[in-house]
């Protein structure tokens, strides 16, 4: 907690193991997306209501003035790069699915 508000925790990135690679519908990466997005806004509040509040930013916590960098940016170039593996790999599951009724009905 800083000046009354509660700062929020960044959520981790999700382990390699834990993502099995079959294009699940409801992805770890894409529940982590979700969570940063989450986080991104909370921590855009916050800064705005330091803002407002006058406080300098050198008396923000480390945690806040870190989200200035460019950390965060190389993560969404990574979750990114996978997200489109993934929508490849669905295209190509989707196409394969469609070439074997296409077979299968004659076509």
Request: overall charge negative; aromatic content about 6%; charged content about 30%.
């Amino acid at each position: 907690m800083f000046r009354g508000l509660v700062i929020p925790e960044q959520p981790k990135e999700p382990q390699s193991d834990e993502c099995c690679m079959s294009g699940c519908a409801v992805c770890v990466y894409d529940l982590y997306e979700d969570s940063l997005a989450a986080y991104r806004d909370a921590v855009a509040k916050i800064k705005a209501t330091l803002n407002s509040m006058d406080v300098p930013e050198t008396e923000w916590p480390h945690s806040l003035q870190l989200e200035n960098g460019t950390e965060g940016r190389k993560k969404d170039v990574t979750l990114s790069v996978f997200e489109q593996m993934e929508l490849e790999m669905q295209r190509r599951k989707q196409e394969k699915l469609d070439v074997d009724s296409a077979t299968l009905v004659g076509i």
